[in-house]
């Protein structure tokens, strides 16, 4: 039976059916469902903020650049007045792509189907013969603009919606933007990418990296195992490197607060209680962040964010429905701590598909130097070629492609590894907080967040 | 409004490099010895020996695959962009890479490996102001099946090297791949190119 807030395929299936809250299971079929695939466009990427870049992509009045929301194309510009405006990138005359370019200057994008031109802020100038009314006089000119996206600067990060009567962006964080603020917002002039993202295509559903995305610990264990074989991590063994603070909420986001003692022989001491912050800052500064720009965290953040980023920074997580966020620290043989950050999107081209978009930031008041050993080191693990995520991308078209077996469809993928252990009571931040070992807990909390989505009237 | 207010026609050409520089002769000696190297090497990595690949990789070398854009004609010249790149590596990293595939049983990306076939064609040698350094250009189209895919991954490059003689041979000292895609149609770089 149909009603407006259950999504029900055609063979009567119900996204309840599909997500079982008591168990903690999913079916597997809601992995590739090609039907599925078309109701997500609709009420996940139609709906919730997406992230789309990073404002200094677009540092001048005129510069744009073309992404991706779900799988409308956007055109990202920069005005005069310094905002962004993000807009359908489709002409309202046929449909054509307007803008074709990745990347570039323009004062005014014109259509090169029928010569339609636009504003940089999507506003229609007019179109060829302007004599002949070849638009037409049946409509305004101020209804032949590209349809406008809700956008929000973040951090300098860009995100947009096409859901105007949605939630807020600080809304859509909710509890998470306290600790998410201690990674975007904790310096004066904050990040900057160091280049444009990288892109590659991966034969597989999206939700299989993003479900990932949400923190998930345990495959870190297994499929990232020469992170402890080869390079060492954890002095060769990973599971104490897992034991730490996830931190999540039911919109879906999600970060792993790992403990610095944990991971450097420098930060032994950090538990015995007797070192200050500025003391432990200058032992082991926060991914990122050089020893000279510590005053400015000092500034930007609370007392008590900085002691958890200065003890237990966040290291990765997800941002629901589509983002992972990398705070990561290359330690290197001369002692020196380089810290990497990435945020990837994972876009989806069609139920059996996803674009992998890498973005590589540093802090802007980053010396150059650390920022290009930082952007090595990023290509070298995370990204189209790193030494991380190349596993990855070898499981998730696997998942996507058993998902469409008769029997295989039926069964569950399970979350059912359940955090027992209680919050520290001295723990500062907000939010649901999972202490311990990295359990299931903040992954099913996205799939809590989708079905909450899904279940939405449209 | 006119046209031209709309659309700019003056796209202006940007300085280019001479089409023949010091062009060695296809055929000759030298053409002929580097030609041999680059089948060699896309032999030993078809047949995954890495560390024979490896022994022919100078110290100093300098191994990059930009990041590529579509741009418009104009501004085709910032296609290619050589900040964020897909492979910035050097000899040692180099060396990194390959032995994490084999000294350990979790290089999972070519794990079982992909089968790769490597066509090298359009060669084209310079000879620069060191009579023992080469530019080398060449066209690559690799070739991917991993599983049981039908459909073969294919990735077409252009590589720009510098061949640097040592002995009866040479060793690689610069690869820059140019990739015809903005968006890679393969799911990782876990091999080389």
């Known amino acids: ?458 | 409004m006119t046209m031209n207010a709309v659309i700019p026609t003056d796209v202006s050409v940007a300085e280019e490099a001479p089409f023949r520089p010091n062009r060695v002769p296809v055929g000759s000696p030298a053409y002929n010895q580097i030609a041999e190297f680059l089948y060699e090497e896309a032999w030993l990595l078809d047949e995954i020996r890495l560390k024979d690949w490896v022994a022919r990789l100078d110290i100093d070398l300098r191994y990059t695959c930009p990041v590529r854009q579509t741009r418009s004609l104009a501004q085709n010249a910032q296609s290619i962009v050589r900040t964020v790149m897909h492979f910035d590596e050097t000899y040692a990293s180099i060396r990194g890479r390959v032995g994490r595939i084999t000294d350990t049983k979790s290089a999972w990306a070519e794990d079982p490996p992909s089968r790769t076939r490597r066509l090298v064609t359009n060669i084209l040698v310079e000879s620069t102001e060191d009579p023992d350094e080469f530019e080398v250009k060449s066209y690559l189209l690799c070739s991917r099946s991993r599983f049981e895919e039908t459909t073969l991954l294919m990735l077409s490059c252009v590589r720009n090297d510098l061949l640097r003689r040592h002995g009866a041979s040479f060793k690689l000292a610069r690869r820059e791949i140019i990739v015809d895609q903005t968006v890679l149609g393969f799911p990782n770089l876990a091999i080389f190119l």
């Not at chain 1, 920069?78 to 792509?97: A, F, S, W, Y």
């Not at chain 1, 996830?246 to 007797?274: I, W, Y």
């Not at chain 1, 983002?323 to 876009?347: C, K, M, N, R, W």
């Open chain 1, 1 to 458: 039976m149909l009603d407006r807030t259950r999504t029900t395929l055609s063979d009567g299936t119900t996204i309840d059916d599909l997500i079982n809250v008591q168990t903690r299971e999913v079916q597997l079929r809601a992995i590739s469902d090609p039907e599925l695939y078309d109701i997500e466009m609709r009420k996940v990427f139609g709906k919730t903020w997406l992230l789309l870049g990073h404002e200094s992509e677009i540092p001048a009045s005129g510069d744009f650049i073309t992404r991706l929301m779900g799988s409308d194309p956007v055109l990202i510009t920069r005005q005069k007045d310094e905002t962004i405006k993000v807009m359908l990138n489709v002409c309202p005359h046929r449909g054509m792509r307007v803008c074709v370019n990745d990347a570039g200057n323009a004062k005014v994008h014109t259509c090169i189907y029928h010569g339609w031109a636009f504003k940089n802020d999507g506003d229609f100038i007019g179109a060829p013969v302007a004599g002949e009314q070849m638009h037409g006089t049946i409509l305004p000119k101020e209804k032949l603009g590209l349809t406008q996206a809700r956008v929000h600067i973040y951090g300098g990060l860009i995100f947009a919606t096409w859901n105007f009567e949605g939630p807020s962006f600080d809304e859509f964080l909710g509890e998470m933007k306290w600790y998410y603020d201690m990674l975007f917002c904790r310096t004066d002039n904050g990040l900057e990418v160091l280049g444009p993202p990288q892109r590659f295509t991966i034969k597989a559903n999206w939700k299989t990296a993003c479900e990932q995305s949400a923190s998930d610990g345990f495959h870190t264990l297994t499929l990232h195992r020469w992170l402890g074989e080869f390079a060492k991590f954890g002095d060769g063994d990973l599971t104490t490197s897992m034991y730490g603070t996830e931190v999540s909420s039911l919109q879906g986001h999600s970060l792993r607060c790992m403990p610095v003692a944990n991971k450097f022989k420098q930060a032994k001491d950090f538990r015995d209680g007797n070192l200050t912050i500025a003391e432990k800052l200058a032992i082991v500064p926060p991914p990122g962040i050089t020893k000279e720009m510590l005053p400015e965290l000092v500034r930007n953040l609370t007392p008590e964010q900085l002691g958890l980023l200065v003890d237990s920074p966040p290291q990765v997580g997800g941002m629901f429905p589509n983002v992972l966020i990398a705070f990561i620290y290359v330690p290197q043989p001369d002692g020196e701590i380089i810290g990497l950050t990435s945020l990837h999107t994972y876009i989806p081209k069609g139920p059996d598909e996803l674009e992998f978009c890498n973005y590589i930031l540093a802090e802007k008041d980053a010396p150059e130097e650390h920022k290009q050993k930082a952007l090595q080191f990023a290509v070298r693990m995370l990204g189209t070629s790193g030494m991380v995520e190349q596993d990855d991308s070898d499981t998730w078209p696997h998942i996507t492609q058993t998902a469409k077996g008769a029997a295989a469809r039926n069964i569950t993928m399970k979350y059912q590894a359940v955090c027992t252990t209680p919050p520290r009571p001295d723990w500062p931040g907000p939010a649901l907080v999972y202490e311990g070992f990295t359990k299931d807990d903040t992954q099913w909390n996205w799939w809590l967040a989708y079905r909450d989505l899904m279940n939405a009237p449209a």
